[in-house]
């Protein structure tokens, strides 16, 4: 911490080539800490899933350093083709989200537009020697040359990490699937796609529980853009819409949540309406806080952080990245407008967190009403280098150390970003790079 009580972040590490020749298929598409922060999952376009493990002596060596190592790598989806609908569907991973622990192994969910899987992750350094009907090296025995029975016996050998599909959850989403959560009782967890919410048992099928499709698709005014469980209230979920509205529904009330219990919504201010108003209100990211009180949302220009108690309008709104707003028919034009970034809560609830263009990343200390601007970059990729607040200056006048608007490059972009659940180590995907970084201690 800085005198101010401000949070000092300095580089911890960085995964993935920092050459500029980046391949498609490299590109992080999520980023998502396990419960405990002992392990980090990273997805890509590639259909890839890496797993990084916390190293045990970076929790004890002083200053504490928040090191991960590569635990285990396995191909989660690959590419489909739908012949009925004459459609490829890619292989790339849209969300991983990781069930708590019940025994040795650890198990997460991953999905693509069309396909969720439930993978097993465990550890063997034991292997069975010794059988009766076969050799050790796997061919089998002549039963007319076995005179003896021998007991099998478990002898020790080198740790190998293996992740198996246990269930595919497959054709149940007609649209692109956007979100999954899992829900607090450990045994159900929900998707959307952008019309329809399914509900299901991690042991059995599925149950379509909100859908919106109207009878006449000409009629359609809005799409599902994010799904989340409460994290503490099994009966509640909440889902955002491309029209800025948040609903909560309470499963206890029907089976089909068609009908909200509650609706967040911030009315608009008709001084300030155009053209864009309606593209950038739509939410790309609805998170509600570990604490089970709060709520936010991102949309293309600003974080809302909502009281679950007052429906009428957010807290706290907190602005991304104002100086874009005389950009965006430039950002329009180049369909940046449509960029969906993620967002995440701090352990403690007293941090936000957000990406940015130009490979900025944006926090947001909701105690003390701070903000800062930080940036993932090669220059910084230095054990313990602390990283400098930037700023975005607009028009002319650019003092030292500031960066003009003009010069912000919206191909580098940080649309996914996770806080570790009970420290100060934050993961930051930027292209084809995971960037950790921690608190300077």
Known sequence: MAGNGEIQWCFSQVKGTLEDDVTEADL??????????ELLATGDKGGRVVIFQRDPMSKTCIPRRGDYTVYSTFQSHEP?????????IEEKINKIRWLRRKNQAHFLLSTNDKTIKLWKV??????????????????????????????PVLKSMELMVEASPRRVFAN?????????????????????????????????????????KPTNMEELTEVITAAEF???????????????????????????????AKLFEEQDDPTTRSFFSEIISSISDVKISN??????????????????????????????HEYLRPKLCSLYENDCIFDKFECCWSGTDQYIMT???????????????????????????????V???????????????????????????????????????????????????????
Not at 123 to 131: H, L, R, T, V
């Open 28 to 37: 992080i598409s999520c980023v998502e800490f396990n419960h405990d922060g």
């Open 80 to 88: 489909e083709f739908d012949y009925l609908k004459s459609l490829e």
């Open 122 to 151: 465990s550890e063997k350094d034991k292997k069975i020697e010794g059988y009766n009907t076969k050799e050790d090296s796997g061919i089998m025995r002549d039963p007319m040359n076995i005179t003896s029975l021998r007991v």
């Open 172 to 212: 149940a989403h007609t649209y692109h699937i956007n979100s999954i959560s899992v829900n607090s009782d450990q045994e159900t967890y929900l998707s959307a796609d952008d019309l329809r919410i399914n509900l299901w048992n991690l042991e059995i099928t599925d149950q379509n529980i909100v859908d919106i």
């Open 230 to 260: 409460h994290p503490l209230e099994c009966n509640l979920f909440v889902y955002s819409s491309s029209k800025g509205t948040i609903r909560l529904c309470d499963m206890r009330s029907s089976a089909l949540c068609d009908k909200h």
């Open 291 to 320: 604490s089970g009180r709060y709520m936010m949302s991102r949309d293309y220009m600003t974080i809302k952080v909502w009281d679950l108690h007052m429906e009428t309008k957010p807290i706290e709104t907190y602005p991304v």
């Open 355 to 385: 990406g940015a263009y130009n490979n900025f990343f944006r926090m947001f200390d909701r105690a003390a009403k701070r903000d800062v601007t930080l940036e993932a970059s090669k220059e910084i990729a230095k054990p313990k280098t």
């Open 387 to 441: 990283l400098k607040p930037r700023k975005v200056c607009i028009g002319n006048k650019r003092k030292k150390d500031e960066i003009s608007v003009d010069c912000l490059d919206f191909n580098k972009k940080i649309l996914h970003t996770a806080w570790h659940p009970n420290e100060n180590i934050v993961a930051v995907a930027a292209t084809n790079n995971l960037y950790l970084f921690q608190d300077k201690l």
